[in-house]
Nanobody, 114 residues
Framework: QVQFVESGGGLVQPGGSLRLSCAAS????????MGWYRQAPGKQRDLVAR???????NYADSVKGRFTISRDNAKNTVYMQMNSLKPEDTAVYYC????????WGQGTQVTVSS
């Protein structure tokens, strides 16, 4: 079993930036492709960024060019740098493997508002 602890969310004005972190337990973290997901109120949870175990990345069209996912396997941590934030990025952000193999963490709230 792998557990996730997300952090780094907060309230930011449109155009601002945040860096999210996801600390994972377990030595096998490095074997998995990881993803950042988000869920806005009343909407389903969607994958917005993915990073393979080897480091290749994919992004949803809505965040492409603004968000950057990265990982540090030595620290069992995956990050997401979010720039040029928009009000529609407001959501609770979660991490998990790209196939959602493990229990969700508590997530971290991101609110983009003036």
């Amino acid at each position: 079993q792998v557990q996730f602890v997300e952090s780094g969310g907060g309230l930011v004005q449109p155009g601002g930036s945040l860096r999210l972190s996801c600390a994972a337990s377990g030595r096998i973290f490095r074997l998995y492709a990881m993803g950042w997901y988000r869920q806005a109120p009343g909407k389903q949870r969607d994958l917005v960024a993915r990073i393979a175990s080897g480091g290749s990345t994919n992004y949803a069209d809505s965040v492409k060019g603004r968000f950057t996912i990265s990982r540090d396997n030595a620290k069992n941590t995956v990050y997401m740098q979010m720039n040029s934030l928009k009000p529609e990025d407001t959501a609770v952000y979660y991490c998990n493997t790209d196939r959602v193999l493990f229990t969700w963490g508590q997530g971290t709230q991101v609110t983009v508002s003036s």
